[in-house]
């Protein structure tokens, strides 16, 4: 079973009395729809699943037809008992916000227990709309990429093709036709979520821009990157409020962070230069030239992607936790990842065998900072496999 601590958090709620819609976001293959299947097939509550998969985008109607289903089916029970209505991919039917508002405020009127799950693959597009129309109606799960854990598990994934092929699960299948893979990451996930899903969230007025900065991020993951020295590299000119703006697309998208530089003010972290961290490693190989083998050869290259998969595992696994990740660098100095919870400040250093281009600093941030606990990661430390069965919250 996989998901586990989402399980156990959806089960828990839907067995409570009608009270909120619950929606899980979350990126593409991130396990959302598999997840609710487990918890339909282990809940005592009936229910009715239908996806958008083949609906036009403008039939709302569509969300009537299939929420009248669930009533009917309900209602033949003589209302006495608690029926679940699932709609998944729902982002996908325009205006679908307004539709959900009526029919659920209809039930809450009329006392009718229909308890509702809504699934979406865009997660910004999703918490904008419900938090524009359904506030007060909703609790929230984001749902990040599957984990080193769920990977090994599932497909018997070894930590070397954990950090080469990452946490896609359907992409598992083809990892030994290494081109078809790339394909498919690049085809089917990337261009579906870059030029579709992002597109969707927001305006965007320069595609080729936000394309080019998606493709320079990943390939600096790791790295921290000024706006000014990145439109440099662009092709297409833009401004940095521009660039912030689609960084912040490409991270509620589920695959591309800017990280922020830690600060006792946090005004100042906002004017920082980010530090580029993709959201699942196989966005940086699917996009280069080289094979697993060749990967594990290139001894920098190999680092950047364990550096960059730890920093994937903390922003994905520190999801509905309130826990925040950054980074710290001052002159020479710098610190990878500084995990942030209620005040509580915990330094964590990967030592990966990337050439580095700054010093270790975590005594230096110590001295600057209260530091609750400081961490090392790789060689010498916590062996790689070991942190990736960590949550952060152990951390603390």
Known sequence: MYKRKYFKNIFTRLNEPRKFLQVLAGPRQS???????????????????????????????????????????????????????VLDEIQKIRGWTETVKKLWDEDTLNKIPLKVVLLGSSPLLIQKGITETLAGRFEL??????????????????????????????????????????????????????????????????????????????????????????????????????????????????????????????TRQKASSPKFQVLNTSLITAQTGKNLKEAKLDFNFWGRLAESAVGAHLINESLNTGIEIYYWRERNKEVDFIAERGGQLVAIEVKSGKKRLALPGIQEFSNKFKTHKKFLVGKGGIEFKEFFELSPEDLF
């Not at 394309?211 to 790791?222: A, H, M, P, V």
């Open 31 to 85: 396990g959302k729809t598999t997840l609710i299947q487990q918890v339909i097939k282990e809940i005592k509550i009936p229910s009715h699943y239908a996806t958008t998969d083949t609906v036009d985008a403008d039939s709302s109607i569509w969300i009537e037809q299939q929420w009248e289903i669930a009533r009917l089916k309900l209602k033949s029970s003589g209302l006495k008992k608690d029926f679940l209505l």
């Open 141 to 266: 799960i984001r749902i990040p990429h599957w984990s080193y854990s769920e990977m090994s598990e599932a497909f018997n994934f070894n930590l070397d093709q954990y950090f080469y092929f990452g946490g896609y699960p359907g992409a598992s299948s083809l990892i030994k036709d290494n081109e078809r893979w790339k394909n498919y990451i690049k085809d089917s996930l990337i261009e579906t979520t870059v030029s579709r899903d992002v597109f969707m969230m927001s305006r965007v007025d320069k595609p080729a821009l936000l394309k080019r900065l998606f493709e320079i991020g990943c390939q600096y993951s790791g790295q921290i990157l000024s706006f000014n020295k990145m439109l440099g590299q662009l092709q297409d000119a833009g401004n940095t409020t521009t660039l912030a703006h689609y960084l912040e697309l490409l991270s509620s998208a589920g695959m591309l962070k800017g990280l922020q530089k830690y600060t006792a003010q946090k």
